[in-house]
């Protein structure tokens, strides 16, 4: 697959189930297959506005009639499938790939004729390390406030039907409205929808959940197991990778977006909350020479530097600290 083009994923079997969410055990593969082959964005991406636009391609009337004929025609002895999936649930997903090769095949037929190609979709890969944040514009005019410690994959141009783009970490999107193009952050198993609104998301892989906190408008969300949740100003959705579960709550706002303009708020906190907003803000890993210690913490910063921080920190947990090589230890005073 490392050779794949877009064509090569459109006629997968098991990337068409990723693509209409058919199959969990093919989504959960695909999206661990994409997160490990960065390089093979364009092609997936290329791949998905494929589909997109082939699925569209028929009349919804026409579209079943060749839908039924070769759904029959499937169930015949002559066609197999790879054994790690059942043929039934592939009936309908089957049926649909080869419609959309039927129109694949006069769409790519008519490349080296038509006058006009595909205009083919370039991505812009973009990384933080820890202590760095930087604002983004995309094509549409929406701006991102990327996190420390993240990665975003957008495309330079919105050219399809959608506003797509990948997140891995945090980020604070302020989004362009356009109702013709739904705006939707990929976020693992979880997908977040808009047409134009504020809204911060935090999915750090080293976390077992992912947030969605709305300031402005209103966002729907959907996960692997179909389940969706729609947000309005001053909620939040949580959801944990563990068991798949969906939540809505309430949040504080300056708690939780409060990074982007330099504030570091912590409600009691643990230890490792208060350790990885540390390295995330300032680069420092922050390492506890007494684990087991009770740790609650609850205090904000506003620009102050680290050091300024700890010392805050450590009067209040009566720790002492040392600094070194960007790494910070706190004991317990004797």
């Not at 002895?77 to 095949?105: D, E, I």
């Not at 514009?137 to 050219?159: E, M, Q, W």
Request: charged share 20%.
């Amino acid at each position: 697959m490392e050779h794949y083009q877009a064509e090569d994923f459109a006629a997968e079997a098991s990337f068409i189930a990723y693509y209409f969410k058919s199959d969990p055990e093919a989504v959960a593969f695909w999206e661990h297959w994409i997160r490990t082959h960065p390089e093979k964005l364009d092609e997936i991406v290329a791949a998905e506005n494929l589909l997109d636009l082939l699925a569209l391609r028929l009349p919804n009337q026409e579209f079943d009639q060749e839908k039924a004929r070769l759904r029959q025609y499937i169930d015949t002895p002559t066609v197999s499938f790879a054994p790690r999936y059942n043929r039934k649930p592939w009936l309908v997903a089957a049926s649909v790939l080869l419609v959309l090769g039927l129109v694949g095949g006069f769409l790519y037929s008519n490349r080296s004729t038509s006058s006009v190609e595909p205009e083919k979709v370039e991505w812009v890969h973009h990384s933080n390390p820890n202590g760095k944040k930087s604002k983004l514009t995309l094509s549409d005019g929406s701006t991102v406030i990327l996190n420390a410690a993240s990665t975003i994959h957008y495309p330079k141009t919105f050219h399809s039907t959608i506003r797509e783009i990948k997140l891995e970490g945090e980020a604070f999107f302020s989004v362009t409205h356009d109702s013709t193009k739904p705006f939707i952050v990929q976020t693992g198993d979880l997908s977040t929808q808009v047409l134009g609104t504020e809204f911060n998301v935090s999915a750090y892989p080293k976390n077992d959940q992912i947030t969605v906190s709305l300031h402005q408008g209103k966002v729907q969300l959907k996960n692997i197991l179909h389940q969706q949740l729609v947000l309005r100003p001053g909620q939040q959705a949580v959801y944990q990778t563990s068991n798949q579960t969906l939540t809505r709550t309430s949040f504080d706002s300056l708690a939780v977006s409060g990074w982007k303009d330099g504030y570091l708020v912590f409600k009691n906190a643990d230890f490792k909350t208060v350790a990885q907003a540390i390295e995330q803000m300032y680069g420092y890993e922050v390492i506890l020479k007494n684990p087991t210690l009770t740790w609650h913490y609850t205090g904000s910063f506003h620009r102050e530097e680290v050091q300024q921080v700890i010392e805050n920190i450590a009067f209040s947990k009566h720790l002492t600290y040392t600094i070194h090589h960007r790494k910070i230890y706190l004991s317990a005073e004797k």
